[in-house]
């Protein structure tokens, strides 16, 4: 079966989820896994559905209007864990131009594989937390990368193995 | 005492240990417990936060309403947790990340040792919930730690509610 990668932003306002998830669903689109969130006033959702081809899923998106931009397309299922364990990385420090492509740049080169990210920007303060599946043995090699890069970028970076417990 | 807020240097430089009898620790201590109390729900505050690179904090939990053991308004020196145990998630904010809170894991029964200001005293202080979870984010300010390099994950971070 084939799925649909889906994303929708705009200006946030109420409803927003209950009218993309209704145009969706009355196409008999499934939603599967999806995030959605505000970000600094718009809203933005990215979603993976199944069920209906890439044209009916855009037909019932595009009559939302109202300022919401979505896309539609479909991709091959994908569900690969991948190898490694989870662990953390901080950084917060002065906003400036490239912190994350510095520090995505230097957990790509150690392999560390980013599953989550999120960066908030407030006032003079940027902070960026990413979640890194990484080969144990090249944790050590990251971390003091990280330091070297959090030098050149006069910010703070941690990173720590990402506790998961099983209850 | 002006309160910083990050991205100051101070808040991530670990801080000297302190001589708690030198009469300027001292009236740091008052001058810490002056600025919490001047601040509306203010529990804690460390000297870092007032651009003052010493091992010395203070700490008032007393009525609120996640605190179980309480010790009332008190500062310590040079203070160290020696045993921390029952780790329990817990959304924490500071003065010095203003517009932001955290999910941070912290330890629910904690031992802390440190030094009375003024007598130079070692007291231990055993304690537990909201009191333990305040020692433990004041500790870190000493040792130029922020919520932040401890939050639980990419989604643990939070834009604080404005309420108008």
Known sequence: ?167 | MNVLTAPAAILSTPADEVDPADPAIVRLAADLITTMRAAPGCVGLAAPQVGVSAQVFCVDVTGHPKAVTTHGAFVLCNAKVVEASRWRPGREGCMSVPDLTGDVKRAARVVVEGLRPGTGESITITTDAFEARALQHEIDHCAGKLFLDRVAGAHAIHVRKVYL
């Open chain 1, 1 to 167: 079966m084939h799925e649909l990668a889906i994303t929708v932003i705009g200006p946030d306002r109420t409803g927003i989820v209950a009218d993309v998830a209704e145009a969706l669903a009355d196409v008999g689109a499934n939603l599967t896994d999806s995030t959605m969130t505000r970000l600094r006033g718009h809203f933005a959702m990215t979603l993976v559905c199944t069920g209906v081809s890439a044209d009916e899923a855009t037909g019932a998106l595009t009559v939302l209007g109202d300022g919401l931009l979505a896309t539609v397309r479909q991709v091959e299922p994908s569900d690969q864990a991948t190898p490694g364990a989870p662990y953390l990385v901080s950084v917060h420090g002065a906003d400036r131009l490239g912190i994350v492509a510095a520090v995505t740049r230097v957990v790509a080169g150690a392999g560390g594989n980013i599953t989550d990210l999120t960066t908030r920007l407030t006032g003079p303060l940027y902070v960026l937390v990413a979640e890194v599946d990484l080969a144990t043995e090249r944790a050590e090699e990251l971390a003091e990368q990280l330091a070297v890069a959090a030098a050149e970028l006069g910010v703070e970076i941690t990173m720590r193995r990402a506790e998961s417990e099983l209850l």
